[in-house]
């Protein structure tokens, strides 16, 4: 294998599929970008047998071939190399393939030689009926991923909170996501309906994939395609097994009636959070809204070290009460509404808090309470 390709470029390529590889995989074939010549571009390839990913970058062709070269050793050198074109070349031995980088042009007299291994065990992504996915607007997605995605679990026992539901209903779609004690759910109408009929979960991972590869593109292609879930986005694929397992019933646990409601502003309550933070008791890091007429008061502590307060006015002519929470829950869904207030809406000290935001009555959040 023999080609010539821009330096940046391929450093580009390298780094829109590199993030699928685990750190902990070392010296396999899942810590390799499979390299594979086409006509006038050369197409990277990586997975962890859950994700597949693809990508293609322009280049010059000298000899067709293939090659499996490790993805941290790769990416180091593409962004130290002080010259514009590298020429890749492959030569096969009797154990492992050899692969020199030098500079295309020869004005540097830089080499470095990289031993790979055999790039059959590396599955790249197959060819996709464009028939089996529909388009879809990128700028919607990333809206309704960023608004939901921060209350899904990671390395939970319940695998099924370790992504993020995604179930259509006509022309609209519905996302949710939850760890069990937070839950946040948007909903969109799309141009078309979504090509999977009951609901998934797509992993986290994926999650992050998918919001890397739509970040600047107006439109992406999304399929079901041999029980996994296909998307595309310019001269990125990716394709991914879902979490197999039954979502719980989200709509419980949204409360139909709440007995008292009230707005802050979000920018100020969110400044205010921030320095709770600082001092609320790891690992909960607590923090106490205690409500009483024309006022919330916003306080942490950690016995013995330091401790917060502050009085923040708001309208409200409820009765006294107190709700404590775990701090960063409170931040995450504050930073997710877009409007300049949020509303919380709440009954008891033990019962589920509504987050709203006031200009996309399409979005809820829910926490549950901590015990005080």
Not at 229 to 253: A, H, M, R, T, W
């Amino acid at each position: 294998m023999k080609f010539t390709v821009n330096t940046t470029e391929f450093l580009k390529a390298i780094n829109s599929v590199d993030g699928v590889i685990s750190v902990r995989e070392i010296k396999s074939a899942l810590s390799n970008l499979k390299i594979q010549t086409g006509e006038n571009e050369v197409y990277l390839s990586a997975t962890d047998l859950e994700i597949a990913i693809k990508t293609s970058v322009p280049s010059t062709i000298g000899e067709k071939g293939i090659a499996s070269l490790p993805a941290k050793q790769l990416s180091s050198i593409f962004k130290n190399l002080n010259f514009d074109t590298s020429l890749l070349t492959t030569t096969d031995q009797s154990e492992n393939s050899e692969t020199t980088i030098t500079d295309a042009s020869g004005k540097m007299d830089t080499k470095f030689k990289v031993n790979g291994i055999d790039s059959e065990d590396i599955k790249t992504i197959p060819k996709v009926d464009e028939a089996s996915v529909v388009e879809f607007p990128c700028q919607t997605i990333r809206e309704m991923f960023r608004k939901t995605s921060y209350a899904m679990a990671i390395e939970e026992t319940r695998f099924v909170f370790n992504g993020l539901f995604l179930k259509p209903d006509n022309t609209d779609l519905i996302v949710v996501g939850t760890d069990g004690r937070r839950l946040s759910k948007i909903v969109r109408k799309f141009p078309k309906q979504f090509p999977f009929k009951n609901g998934v979960i797509i992993p986290h991972k994926a999650v992050r994939e998918m919001l890397k590869m739509i970040e600047g593109k107006e439109t992406a292609k999304i399929g079901f395609v041999e029980e996994q879930i296909y998307v595309s986005s310019g001269n990125v694929e990716l394709l991914f097994k879902l979490i197999d397992g039954n979502f719980p019933d989200y709509e419980q646990v949204i409360p139909k009636q709440t007995s008292e409601s009230v707005r802050v502003v979000k920018a100020d309550f969110l400044t205010f959070l921030k320095q709770a933070l600082i001092s609320a008791e790891e690992p909960s890091k607590q923090i106490r809204l205690a409500f009483t007429k024309g006022n919330v008061n916003i306080s942490s502590s950690n016995p013995g070290t330091m401790m917060f307060d502050h009085n923040m006015p708001i309208e409200y002519n409820g009765e006294a009460i107190t709700i404590a929470f775990k701090g960063d829950y409170l931040s995450d869904v504050v930073k997710a509404v877009d409007d300049p207030e949020v509303i919380l809406e709440f009954t008891t000290s033990s019962a589920p808090v509504l987050f709203k935001d006031p200009s996309d009555s399409d979005f809820v959040s829910v926490i549950m309470p901590m015990k005080l």
